[in-house]
């Protein structure tokens, strides 16, 4: 059974950061892009960033670029999103996901395999 498992989600002061972790189960995800979405209440889920199976093309919306890098970890299987200069706006349960195939995308129906979620939420 696949399982995604995220954790580094808190609370924090606007202006903190955060790590996010995300470690896969149950199959090998090095050859398979994987991502990070978030979904503040009462809102859809959003795309926040992507990285491709071996970690040299990844893509941000542009509401986080620039504050928030992705990196993965193919010998631990993990998926990591370090957060920086956080804001309130930020707020909201953080998915991480993973795709059958290589490449990077944005869309969340182009995922596969997806995690229960952290809550990260930033105070002003």
């Known amino acids: 059974q696949v399982q995604l498992v995220e954790s580094g989600g808190g609370l924090v002061q606007a202006g903190g950061s955060l790590r996010l972790s995300c470690a896969a189960s149950?199959?090998?995800?090095?050859?398979?892009?994987l991502g990070w979405f978030r979904q503040a209440p009462g809102k859809e889920r959003d795309f926040v960033a992507t990285i491709n199976w071996i970690g040299g093309t990844t893509d941000y919306a542009a509401s986080v670029k620039g504050r928030f890098t992705i990196s993965r970890d193919n010998a631990k299987n993990t998926v990591y999103l370090q957060m920086n200069g956080l804001k309130p706006e930020d707020t909201a349960v953080y998915y991480c996901?993973?795709?059958?195939?290589?490449?990077?995308?944005?869309?969340?129906?182009?995922?596969?395999?997806w995690g229960q979620g952290t809550q990260v939420t930033v105070s002003p």
């Open positions: 149950g199959r090998t995800f090095s050859n398979n892009a």
């Open positions: 996901a993973g795709r059958l195939r290589g490449y990077i995308s944005s869309r969340r129906e182009e995922y596969d395999y």
